[in-house]
């Protein structure tokens, strides 16, 4: 990209970001709630809760028992009901609910409160009729189409927790998740689309059921009428079991800590862990923040959130935030590439999009392409600018802030995790003045701390560790089926505190910056990979001996994956054998875990650095990875053996 001198200019006078004072006059937060909620951090929670329809009220705000929490204790609720039928019951059926558009926008379709409602009752009919009962678990394997959100709510619906699978996971990680929580269906689509080419997906689950004999049905949606194997004992079409239903379902209330979903999400080994949401806390934190944070003004907005509904973002903010507001959102089922370099601009220009909610990632993508780009289209429906995932580089805030946003839009660059449900960390758009890269503040009512080793609380200016010091109610309940690695990932490093992986700084003012993990997770373009898994998945293959996967930074992905790997007896030393062996290495990686997983580079190498207690020496191999001068390597078992590495790093890279 050209230097751009503005920019430059906006980076180094530190410049600070003031709310525009139109949107601040109006704004949904006003500066008094963080007075509010420091007064009386449970009182605000129950008003947000308030914003929700109850069955029956809770006689108890919460019970906490380290670290188990209870929130809204007695009260019932439905989360589908709150996310259509009381739109609809309060005369807003005919509200776009979503404005759909197809990959490559080959097709789009607009689906109100009321018809989206009446899909969810068919659905939660169907769902019954196939013997689904509240609390079975249930896998939604499937792309960014309306039927994954009918599937959601249908399954919230019947009070059956949902499992939902990024599409883009292999058939044995689905496996893994089917089995670890033992769905019973699966729900699924033919196919998907992907850059304009229709590609199959039913064929991973047929794979992925060859061992999971507990699940007696998979329901089917037809995406690309593309030709698929079919087991009729197992196997059933959604136009035929869900389009003749009743579009009339009479929804039960359930208990506030009833559960809603599982997210799998990586951790330090090679197993991910199921994370646990229930439906009242869950429901209130998603639509407290989705209103506070991005000011959702519900008649007048239009929202895009560009996450998939495979990841927690999608959970949160595409499906039970924005719909428990009654927003209108798009939702698109493509994702940015070079052949398509305006998609996003032309979608935002059409649809009027003035909320606009994605990853750092995928700014530096845009950036990168150059904001000649966005110069034929209408930008100026945009009010508020959101990012999630990662950390985000000045550069890339102020880019996002001066070519999106008009410069008069503000960027709320949110923290959160799939344990937290909701945006913990985030400026508020009407209240903040936003510095680029800064998180800011814990939303009202969260409670963060920035503490050392010891776990003592930083000063001002230092850096350390985020914890969070008080529950929440959008809080995970739980791992699936192992308390004690709950207890263990989270509350095991201090005592009285959620250790949530990230280090974090406080600057002299007190606002926080997040820093990245500082654990063995690694957070490719948003996605949160584990290094341990890669390894895992590398070993097992039968060529590999030892493996050390690291994150090395990367211009637009944020980190890269990077492997390192010795290999079994002898491997052809000409390039050509080595060339095959890496491109078989990374397809392995791919169809284990998915190709997300997928390593930038394989380094085939005769031996790995460890110390002399044995310890494979990460932070040298992600030195070499970046191509940093090496620091001290004397601790180093064999000196020579990062040489020989070094050597190799031409070898075996890929773009
Ligand atoms: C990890 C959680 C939150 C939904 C998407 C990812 C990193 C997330 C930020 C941010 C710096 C961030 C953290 C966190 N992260 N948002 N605004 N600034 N880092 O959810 O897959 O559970 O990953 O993403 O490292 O621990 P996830």
Not at 245 to 268: K, R, V
Not at 414 to 435: C, R, Y
């Amino acid at each position: 990209m050209a230097p751009d001198n503005a920019l430059d200019a906006l980076l180094h006078e530190n410049r600070r970001f003031p709310p525009p004072a139109e949107l601040a006059a109006a704004a949904n937060a006003q500066p008094d709630i963080y007075d509010r909620a420091a007064k009386d951090r449970l009182q605000l929670w129950e008003e947000m809760a308030r914003r929700l329809d109850w069955d029956q009220p809770w006689d108890q705000v919460l019970d906490w028992q380290l670290p188990y929490a209870k929130w809204f204790v007695g009260g019932k609720l439905n989360a589908s009901v709150n996310c259509l039928d009381r739109h609809v019951a309060a005369g807003r059926g005919g509200k776009v609910a979503f404005h759909w558009v197809g990959d490559g926008e080959r097709d789009h379709r607009d689906l109100t409160y009321a018809e989206l409602h009446r899909e969810v009752c068919k659905a939660a009919n169907a769902l019954t009729e196939l013997g689904v009962k509240a609390g079975d678990r249930v896998a939604i394997y499937m792309p960014m189409i309306p039927e994954t959100v009918v599937a959601m709510l249908a399954c919230a619906r019947i009070g059956a927790p949902h499992t939902v699978v990024f599409c883009g996971f292999s058939a044995e990680a689905l496996r893994g998740r089917i089995l670890d929580c033992d769905c019973q269906v699966v729900i699924t689509v033919d196919g998907q689309y992907r850059r304009g080419a229709p590609t199959p997906v039913k064929a991973a689950v047929d794979e992925a059921l060859l061992e999971c004999p507990n699940v007696r049905h998979t329901l089917v949606v037809r995406r690309t009428g593309g030709d698929v194997d079919w087991d009729a004992g197992r196997d059933v079409w959604w136009h035929d079991v869900v389009d003749g239903q009743s579009d009339q379902h009479q929804a039960e209330a359930f208990d506030a800590e009833h559960p809603l979903y599982i997210m799998y999400t990586s951790g330090t080994t090679a197993r991910p862990k199921g994370i646990l949401h229930t439906t009242g806390g869950y429901l209130t934190h998603v639509s407290a923040t989705h209103h506070y944070v991005f000011d959702l003004k519900p008649d007048t907005d239009v929202y895009w959130c560009a996450a998939d509904i495979g990841w927690v973002t999608g959970h949160s903010y595409i499906v039970y935030g924005p719909l428990a507001n009654g927003a209108t959102s798009l939702m698109y089922e493509g994702t940015p590439h070079p052949g398509d370099k305006d998609r996003w601009w032309k979608l935002i220009d059409r649809y009027k999009v003035s909320i606009l909610y994605t990853a750092p990632t995928t700014i530096r993508t845009l950036m990168k392409w150059g904001a000649q780009e966005l110069e034929p289209y209408d930008l100026s429906t945009l009010r508020v600018l959101g990012s999630v995932g990662e950390p985000i580089n000045p550069e890339a805030w102020v880019w996002y802030h001066t070519y999106v946003g008009g410069g008069r839009c503000p960027v709320v660059d949110t923290w959160w995790q799939t344990e937290t449900g909701g945006i913990m960390i985030t400026p508020l758009p009407g209240v903040t003045t936003a510095k680029p890269g800064a998180a800011m503040r814990p939303f009202p009512g969260v409670s963060a701390d920035v503490v050392d080793n010891e776990g003592k609380s930083v000063p001002n200016g230092s850096g350390g560790l985020l914890v969070l010091t008080e529950p929440w109610p959008g809080m995970l309940r739980g791992i699936w089926g192992d308390d004690e690695r709950y207890r263990q990932t989270y509350w095991s490093r201090f005592p009285d505190a959620y250790f949530a992986g990230d280090g974090a700084k406080r600057d002299e003012d007190g606002d926080l910056w997040l820093l990245g993990r500082v654990d063995d997770v690694m957070n490719v373009s948003g996605h949160r990979i584990s290094t341990t898994e890669i390894e895992h998945a590398l070993v097992g293959h039968p060529s590999v001996a030892e493996a050390a996967v690291v994150g090395a930074s990367d211009p637009t992905t944020g980190q890269a994956i990077v492997a390192f790997v010795t290999v079994r007896g002898s491997v052809a030393e000409d390039e050509a054998g080595g060339e095959q062996l890496v491109e078989s290495l990374r397809n392995h990686v791919a169809s284990t875990i998915g190709p997300i997983a997928k390593p930038r580079q394989i380094m085939i190498t005769p031996d790995l650095p460890k110390t002399r207690s044995g310890k494979i020496m990460r932070r040298l191999l992600r030195d070499i990875a970046e191509n940093r001068e090496l620091g001290d390597v004397t601790t180093l078992l064999d000196p020579t053996v990062t040489e020989m590495i070094r050597d190799r790093m031409t070898l075996g890279a890929e773009d």
